[in-house]
């Protein structure tokens, strides 16, 4: 088992709002960039949260890979998200779709500030 996990916060965003509030249009989004990425998508489910005195709800919606997942939630109150984009790289090295994909999602919510991390998970070889 070995395989990179991405995250990142994001601040800011400048994107048009529906992207942090409209779960059919973020999910049929999200499914286009894994296809993009080049990843395989096999399920997916999103959620729209109630609208609150803060504001309007967010979104959580996850695609389930065949490689892993990616898992995007939207404060639209607060114009933040974090993305998570896990790959397993069992069979193949699938990092670089990983880091497309992760751009791509960067690229559509236009944040201001971004806070990334990456974990390599797993047992590594020395190949």
């Known amino acids: 088992m070995q395989g990179l996990h991405l995250t990142a916060d994001l ?3 400048q994107c048009e709002s ?3 509030t409209d779960s059919v249009r973020l999910m049929e989004r999200c499914v286009f960039e894994v296809d993009t990425a080049g ?3 096999v399920s997916q489910l999103a959620h729209t949260f109630p609208s609150t005195h803060h504001g309007p709800g967010g979104v959580t919606a996850t695609v389930l890979l065949a490689e892993s997942h990616l898992c995007v939630h939207t404060w ?3 114009a933040g998200v974090t993305v998570d ?3 397993c790289n069992f069979g193949a090295d699938h990092s670089a779709k990983a880091h ?4 791509a999602l960067l690229a559509l919510f236009e944040p201001v500030q ?3 991390q990456t974990l390599r998970r797993g047992a ?3 190949i």
């Open 124 to 126: 590594f070889s020395s």
């Open 85 to 87: 984009v896990y790959v």
């Open 18 to 20: 529906v992207w942090l």
């Open 76 to 78: 639209p109150e607060q």
């Open 114 to 116: 971004v806070s990334r």
């Open 39 to 41: 990843l395989q998508p």
């Open 11 to 13: 601040t800011h965003c």
């Open 100 to 103: 497309v994909l992760m751009e």
